[in-house]
């Protein structure tokens, strides 16, 4: 059974850090390529970060140079690293991977930041 749980998210004012981790079980984490998503209501989930299975990172161009994506291959777990958070970094962070063709997903972290 895949299993994806995101821990780490909280409320912090603008300017503030936050470090999101994604556990993950089920899947052969060495070839999973893992990504980040965020949600705000009434708009639809947006790709924040992107790692693939040799670490290679990508990011939305709203958070580049502020998060920092990151892979742990034996602790089978997935990270983000957010700083310079601003109140436009609010919502609910979901971890994903696309695997036995098919999304999985995290039940969800959510994100507040204040001004």
């Known amino acids: 059974q895949v299993r994806l749980v995101e821990s780490g998210g909280g409320s912090v004012q603008a300017g503030g850090s936050l470090n999101l981790s994604c556990a993950t079980s089920g899947i052969n984490f060495k070839i999973a390529r893992m990504k980040w998503y965020r949600q705000v209501p009434g708009k639809q989930r947006e790709l924040v970060a992107d790692i693939a299975s040799d670490g290679t990172a990508t990011y939305a161009d709203a958070v580049k140079g502020r998060f920092t994506v990151s892979r742990d291959w034996r602790r089978a777990t997935a990270s983000l690293r957010m700083s310079a958070l601003t109140p436009e970094d609010t919502g609910l962070y979901y971890c994903?991977?696309?695997?036995?063709?098919?999304?999985?997903w995290g039940q969800g972290t959510q994100v507040t930041v204040s001004s």
């Open positions: 994903n991977t696309y695997y036995w063709s098919r999304d999985f």
